[in-house]
């Protein structure tokens, strides 16, 4: 028993060496680590943010994983991670849990999205309206088929596929509450994907179906429809529908940190608000925070 105690020990102690770095930069090894986690809408641009950053400033290496906003809220609230993405804001209960843990989650603003609404490519629909597309994927919402609507297609294509997120994603809340309400509740039978390409993905394979993700994931293969505003314009989704507010389903999105950011972070969080870090997420095609 001694010597199964001699060889667990080292063993134990290089365990708590790896958690106790988790939440932040392991400065004194040569190299610096940023855990960032969350929004499947950030993934991408996070990756390539990452990525550009390395080339600059080596010394630091930002370890980039998705899984959904709820995701990176939870990690932050356990104060596994360093940067939290989210695609919606953390909720009062979220905040409160994490404060319990000693764990101060400050919001940054590092961009600005619109969730486009896509349809086939071959659905000629010209507009959709807040409350049509509340009447699709709301809870006693009547609108099933495509013909309702005014839009012809094949009789087999005709019943609407409603295409969603799971209930962990930032989009998927967000969606809710600027479509259906605070109080309402999406309709039962809906196919719902982990991540936001795999929305896109699923609609431009389903003549029938509409889903929500973000502009960045359009492709040739789906149609982005105008949504009404409150002005009665049709506005189509775009970085600057997204800026200028015009997009009805326009949102933040944001980074969280556990506190004001020090140093390896701060310096991270500094550049993605630089010129360079910005042009990155433009190329993407997000909106810029200026």
């Known amino acids: 028993m001694a010597k199964l105690s001699k060889l ?13 770095s988790c939440g932040r930069p392991a400065e004194g090894s040569g190299r610096s680590i940023i855990r960032n986690i969350g929004s499947d ?7 390539s943010w ?6 600059v400033h080596p010394e630091t290496q930002v370890a980039v994983s998705g899984g959904g906003s709820g995701t990176g809220i939870s990690a932050m609230i356990d104060g ?7 695609s919606r804001e953390m909720k009062s209960q979220e905040i409160e849990a994490a404060k319990k843990n000693g764990v101060q989650p400050l ?46 297609l094949s009789a087999k294509a005709d019943n609407i596929v409603r295409i969603s997120r799971q209930n962990n994603s930032g989009t998927y809340s967000y969606f809710k509450s600027v479509v259906l309400g605070k109080a309402g509740e999406y309709k039962l039978g809906s196919l ?41 314009a049709a506005v189509g989704p775009s970085v600057e529908s997204a800026m200028d507010n015009s997009y009805p389903i326009a949102r933040p999105l944001l980074m969280y940190t556990a506190g004001e950011p020090t140093g390896k972070i701060k310096e991270y969080m500094d550049w993605i608000l630089s010129d360079e870090g910005q042009k990155i997420l433009r190329d993407k095609g997000y909106a810029s925070v200026r």
């Open 8 to 20: 667990l020990l080292p063993a134990l102690a290089l365990g708590l060496i790896g958690l106790s």
């Open 41 to 47: 809408t950030l993934v991408n641009v996070a990756q």
């Open 50 to 55: 990452s990525e550009a950053y390395g080339t």
């Open 80 to 86: 596994t991670v360093d940067i939290a993405n989210s």
């Open 107 to 152: 919001k940054h603003v590092v961009g600005f999205d619109a969730i486009a609404v896509y349809v086939h490519k071959d659905n000629p629909i010209e507009k959709l309206t807040l409350a049509q597309l509340a009447s699709i994927y709301g809870e006693g919402g009547n609108i099933t088929k495509w013909s309702q609507l005014g839009v012809k």
């Open 192 to 232: 719902d994907m982990h991540g936001s390409k795999d929305v896109v993905e699923q609609v431009s394979l389903t003549v029938g179906a509409i889903g929500y993700s973000g502009l960045a994931y359009a492709n040739d293969h789906v149609r982005m429809v105008p949504v009404v505003n409150e002005s009665g």
